[in-house]
């Protein structure tokens, strides 16, 4: 292995960088340990996530499962592709807590919203009606391949609104990758880092695995999260209970899942 390689694995034991999960010892929990999953895609018809009630009540239960207390959802709001309101969403989100009742399923919804960075999105930042959750975060996503003009001006502009910016999954933006001095540059902006939990596996790329690696080892990881659009996503996360990536995102970052 290269040395850059070597310095960017070696906090976590003998991994080799195409290993799908991580062997680790000394394991913690997932759900039980991390109590509140942020960013799911669980209101049926509403985005690319769960296409019925049946499918999100299944996502839900895999949720129970694996110990979590309570689920933030966080269906896409992108002018061209998803035109969801704050209306349409609780509307969804009602539902889904009926049929929980219905079913006696005991776990906590939450909705706010994953945003995309563009006009729909500036109009409604202007307007100060941003979805939010916990203590005023917002969660939001730019595109993975093409670093946008205003992004530092459109930070800028949600702390001048009090609003908290969290950025989702910065690990899998590929304009990031070979320039890891925009991550600095955000943490410097007091922006927060939502990592998916699928990104310490090769799920996604072996780039998106080794810079969710990096951003672990370098502490910038604020909140982990599912990004579950699927039951085979929960599935794919239920192998992470055979490894202890979990027990190194805790000692190297201050995680702030338990405290929503």
């Excluded at 997932?30 to 209101?43: A, N, Q, V, Y």
């Excluded at 969660?139 to 993975?144: C, G, N, Q, V, Y």
């Excluded at 939990?197 to 080892?217: I, P």
Aim: aromatic share 10%.
């Amino acid at each position: 292995m290269i040395k850059g390689l070597r310095d960017i694995f070696s906090p976590f034991s003998s991994i080799s960088p195409h290993s799908h999960l991580f062997p680790f010892s000394d394991k913690l929990n997932l759900g039980e340990d991390l109590k509140t999953d942020l960013h799911s895609h669980l209101i049926p018809c509403v985005d690319d996530g769960a296409q019925s009630m049946e499918e999100s009540i299944e996502m839900l239960k895999s949720f129970v499962k694996l110990g979590y207390s309570k689920v933030i959802i966080t269906p896409h709001i992108m002018q061209d592709r998803y035109y969801n309101t704050h209306a349409k969403i609780d509307e969804g989100l009602e539902k889904i807590r009926k049929e929980l009742v219905k079913e006696s399923i005991n776990i906590e919804l939450e909705a706010a919203a994953e945003y995309y960075l563009d006009e729909e999105f500036e109009k409604l930042l202007y307007n100060k009606e941003l979805l939010t959750f916990g203590d005023n975060y917002v969660l939001f996503e730019t595109s993975f391949n093409n670093n946008p003009k205003k992004l530092f001006d459109l930070i800028l502009e949600m702390q001048l609104a009090e609003y908290k910016p969290v950025l989702a999954h910065p690990e899998r933006y590929k304009y990031m990758h070979n320039n890891r001095d925009i991550y600095k540059k955000l943490k410097d902006y007091d922006v927060l880092f939502q990592i998916d939990l699928l990104s310490f596996t090769a799920y996604h790329s072996f780039d998106v695995q080794k810079t969710a690696l990096w951003l672990c080892n370098n502490g910038m990881i604020d909140l982990v999260g599912s990004d579950a659009h699927k039951i085979e996503d929960l599935q794919s996360i239920e192998k992470l209970k055979s490894t202890s990536i979990l027990k190194k995102v805790y000692e190297k970052n201050n995680l702030l899942n338990n405290m929503l």
